[in-house]
């Protein structure tokens, strides 16, 4: 396989992607490439860290498999350029449609699949809402209400931080539990100007795109495949997870997508942390596509 690093321009900024060729004697997809994206946050259980292997690992897997793959930093983050605190919804959205103008240059791809982790999967929902070129959407652990998602993280926190006999408004020196997780959150207001999110700054404008942002309109808008991935077996999750899953997956296939709800890996949640097995996520998604594959033909 060929690996293609490089640089590509968005509003005077320099991001960074990967681009994974097909080795030369392997037969293509049929024109469809990929367009991998990183979960962006650590709303939960480290999934920041743990995802960056299973993301390059399944860029590669991709490429094996006869599909162009495309994995990129958004702006804020990696080695992009920019400032987390800088970032915005509206910023990702951005990125992941610049980055299809690069898959599509570059690989000459007619038709993409867009992978997105948790928000990343949200963000991937409003584009392919907006752009003909995808017609499949994998969602893996997306959240279909971003800003219930972060007021779910504020209540767990605080909670733990009581517990703990901690109060949620002392100084960050004070108030986080120091180990790099969701507790690491300080300043957890709704009001809030500036949340330091682990060591993610998030900014008021991303914010107030955050209270604002609806998901139904892209779910209405979307008539292509769509796989909706749970990534851990049984788990109900923070703030109803499975039951908003659920929901999702109903709401597609009621606007006329063709949509499968499936669930992955047989890990606790608490055990995340510790690098998952996450090659059931590879096959879920791999076996996904290879049923549009065969249709194909």
Request: charged residues 25%; proline residues 6%.
């Amino acid at each position: 396989m060929d690996e293609q690093r490089f640089f590509f321009p968005i509003g005077g900024q320099q991001v960074y992607a990967v681009l994974h060729h097909p080795a030369q004697d392997t037969p293509t997809q049929g024109r469809t490439g990929v367009v991998l994206c990183h979960p962006l946050l650590d709303f939960d259980l480290y999934e920041v860290p743990w995802t960056i292997r299973m993301i390059v690992g399944y860029a590669r897997e991709l490429a094996q498999a006869g599909y162009p793959t495309l994995r990129f930093d958004f702006r804020g983050a990696g080695q992009s350029d920019g400032e987390f605190e800088e970032f915005t919804l509206s910023r990702g959205t951005e990125d992941i449609h610049a980055a299809i103008e690069q898959l599509v240059s570059r690989a000459d791809v007619a038709r993409v699949v867009l992978i997105g982790t948790r928000l990343a999967g949200t963000l991937c929902m409003r584009v392919g809402a907006r752009d003909p070129r995808v017609d499949q959407l994998a969602l893996w652990d997306p959240l279909p209400d971003p800003y219930g998602s972060l007021r779910s993280v504020f209540r767990r926190v605080r909670a733990s931080l009581l517990a703990m006999g901690r109060s949620p408004d002392d100084p960050p020196s004070m108030g986080g539990l120091g180990d790099g997780s969701a507790g690491a959150w300080t300043n957890l207001r709704p009001d809030a100007e500036r949340i330091d999110a682990g060591g993610y700054v998030i900014g008021k404008a991303f914010l107030d795109e955050l209270k604002a942002w609806k998901t139904a309109p892209d779910v209405q808008a979307f008539r292509g495949r769509v796989l909706i991935l749970q990534m851990i077996l049984d788990w109900m999750g923070g703030v109803g997870l499975r039951r908003n899953l659920i929901k999702l997956a109903d709401d597609y296939r009621a606007a006329g997508a063709d949509c499968q709800l499936v669930e992955a890996m047989a890990v606790h949640p608490a055990e995340w942390f510790k690098q998952p097995d996450y090659a059931p996520v590879w096959r879920e998604t791999s076996a996904w596509l290879q049923q549009a594959a065969v249709s194909a033909h």
